[in-house]
């Protein structure tokens, strides 16, 4: 186990200078990262069909203060533009757009605008972004409607549904909320077409026979909460097939629609499960960010602290070492709050002696780490801490031998419930492997990357996913349990890289095991004589 003093690399090899000005880091991902992913699903496409991938929304937090504006990650991965209001256009046959030929990708942007820069940052309008992001055809979005895209003229018009909290800016003609309003408007997109409907059509064809009885259950679960699927003809047909013949039958009668979202989806995932050694880098970087921020906290965790500076202290490293954000809200929670799965409130005052389950992650350029280590504030675990503790290391340590190319996804997950169940039940807190489920609720692994749940395809593991192995047990005061083991939230969570041999824990310098812990936190802190005012 590697300890802080090893030297972080605060910039991993120079890849690319992206900047709407100077002084910007230089490590971004190059534009010919982001000219493969457009190429690899513009083949992906369909004869005769086009793809539209619109920037997110800008979110309103109060009155005239807006949250940070975060690109939707499916436009930064096929861009690396990191703007709002922008559309990207792929072609699957070369067209002819705003009077230029031959092109087969077209992204519309912001245009530059001195005064608002003035206020809100500078912006790269449509020659910074055709300079340093290198595609085809760039050009202002209010020249999209005027585009000349012949829409009808498609087979199949293939697009991730835009969001439904989209404000509309009186003042600005071209924002997203007009974006969508004009390809909706020249695509004629049926009023009532439903996306979510079509994802879903998507699935029965694809996992309809393969997983007849997965996708059963999971359809009638639907249909259970929304009546529109209840009725829908084409989900019901489904339902009534009862061998793989008859599901086959049902799943050829799909309606014929020219719009379509979840086979877009659907190659997306593919593309994006695989990492490739460019994302690595930043990546890589994303975790031990997050890694060396556990050893920071370890080191500094006090009684007398609280989960809100705790918290501020992990998302002081990330600052430190150039992590723009957060990858999701930070979870740190004393005793009963570590047993909330999502707790965020964070604000426990004084924190005590109560184990204090630590779940966070720097995102650096887009990608995001997702580390969790639970720590005795006083420095030692407790005997009954201490049980509970190594029953879930011993489960990581299935989870992560299960993480081998060609195992299925749910391989770590099912290899840490077993462990999880045997060792509740030797220590007498449950009766049966089935009550397992009480203290350990959630799966062991997602997807990690552009995203804390990152798109994948939860095909069998192969070399280049990155996944997260992260078994918990939470036993909240007033389980069925003795005492002793109340408010006792344990969770440990590595990010994983699959690799043709055996698997890589990226997070490993973030102290795992008993020992390891217990002997950081024994460490001396460089906030130990850290000292503020006392405000009265």
């Not at 979110?59 to 939707?72: E, G, K, L, S, T």
């Not at 390809?183 to 064809?205: G, I, K, M, S, W």
Request: glycine share 8%; with cysteine; net charge negative.
């Amino acid at each position: 186990m590697r300890c802080a003093v090893l030297a972080l690399s605060l910039a991993p090899a120079a890849l690319a200078q992206r900047a709407a000005g100077p002084g910007r880091p230089t490590d971004f991902l190059d534009p010919a990262f982001h000219q493969s992913r457009r190429e690899l699903l513009r083949q992906a496409l369909p004869a005769g069909s086009v793809a539209v991938l619109f920037a997110n929304p800008v979110r309103n937090r109060a009155n005239d203060v807006n949250y940070i504006f975060h690109q939707h990650p499916d436009l930064y991965y096929l861009t690396g533009y990191d703007e709002p209001d922008a559309v990207l256009v792929l072609f699957k046959e070369p067209q002819t757009v705003g009077g230029q030929a031959g092109v087969t990708e077209a992204l519309f942007v912001q245009p530059r605008d001195p005064k608002a820069e003035q206020w809100t940052g500078r912006r790269l309008g449509t020659e910074g972004t055709r300079q340093q992001l290198k595609l085809q055809y760039v050009a202002d979005n209010k020249d999209f409607a005027g585009a000349g895209i012949r829409w009808a003229d498609f087979k199949s018009i293939h697009f991730l549904d835009p969001p439904t909290d989209i404000r509309d800016d009186s003042r600005n003609p071209a924002d997203l909320f007009d974006l969508v309003a004009t390809f909706r408007r020249q695509a004629a997109v049926p009023a009532d077409y439903d996306a979510r409907r079509n994802e879903l059509y998507t699935t029965v064809q694809r996992y309809g026979v393969v997983n007849a009885a997965g996708i059963k259950s999971y359809v009638e679960g639907l249909a259970k909460n929304q009546p529109a699927l209840a009725t829908d003809a084409y989900l019901q047909g489904y339902l009534r097939a009862t061998t793989d013949t008859e599901r086959q039958q049902a799943m050829a009668a799909r309606p014929v629609s020219r719009f379509e979202t979840g086979s877009l989806n659907d190659a997306l995932d593919e593309l994006r499960a695989v990492k490739t050694p460019e994302e690595l880098k930043l990546l890589r970087q994303a975790v031990r960010i997050s890694a060396v921020g556990q050893q920071e906290v370890m080191k500094a965790l006090k009684p007398d602290m609280g989960e809100m500076e705790v918290q501020g202290l992990h998302e002081y490293v990330y600052k430190k070492y150039g992590a723009e954000f957060e990858g999701y809200p930070s979870i740190v929670g004393a005793g009963g709050n570590g047993c909330i799965l999502h707790y965020e409130t964070n604000d426990k005052p004084r924190i005590g002696n109560d184990l204090i389950l630590m779940d966070c992650g720097a995102e650096y350029h887009g990608y995001t780490a997702d580390v969790t280590r639970t720590a005795p504030p006083s420095g030692k675990f407790s005997p009954a801490q201490r049980q509970i503790y190594e029953l879930v290391l011993a489960a990581q340590d299935a989870g992560i031998l299960a993480c081998k190319a060609g195992n299925e996804f749910q391989a770590p997950n099912k290899a840490a419930q077993k462990v999880v169940a045997d060792g509740l039940m030797k220590l007498g807190i449950i009766q049966t492997p089935e009550e397992m489920r009480k203290y350990f609720p959630h799966g062991t692994s997602h997807y990690l990357g552009l995203d804390v749940h990152d798109r994948g395809t939860y095909k069998p593991l192969q070399a280049g996913n990155v996944i997260t192995v992260e078994p918990g047990i939470y036993i909240p005061e007033g389980s069925p349990c003795d005492k002793k083991w109340w408010n006792i939230g344990v969770r440990i969570e590595d990010d994983i890289l699959i690799t043709a041999g055996a698997p890589e824990n990226l997070s490993r310098e973030a102290p795992r095991t008993v020992a390891e812990v217990e002997a950081m936190m024994a460490k001396p802190s460089s906030l130990d004589n850290f000292k503020l005012p006392v405000l009265k």
